[in-house]
């Protein structure tokens, strides 16, 4: 048998709350929420990333280049040209930010 720290009457031992007073007898561990919607993110996650969308545009300018020497239409190569730049872009702007 536990007493109730608020009122003093006896009470089973697996009970939440005082069937008497509502008083908790077991506090509940809450997750604290993330004062950010968005996440802590480590300077070295921007790092890579900006690298990689770097490497992506290299590649893409390449094969634009060789597409254009053949002749041949670029349109296939300058999308993942664009998606190079604009996740470059977001990267940067990102680790601006300070975020971490």
Not at 81 to 99: D, E
């Amino acid at each position: 048998m536990v007493k109730c720290k608020n009122c003093g009457r006896k009470l089973s031992g697996k009970t939440l709350f005082c069937c008497h007073c509502g008083y908790p007898m077991a506090v509940a561990r809450a997750i604290p929420w993330p004062r950010q919607l968005w996440p802590v993110v480590p300077q070295q996650f921007w790092k890579v990333t900006i690298q990689l969308s770097l490497l992506m545009a290299i590649m893409a300018a390449i094969g634009i280049l060789v597409q254009v020497h053949r002749g041949l239409s670029c349109l296939y190569c300058g999308y993942p040209l664009i998606l190079a730049l604009t996740l470059f872009l977001w990267a940067y702007l990102g680790s601006r930010k300070r975020l971490r």
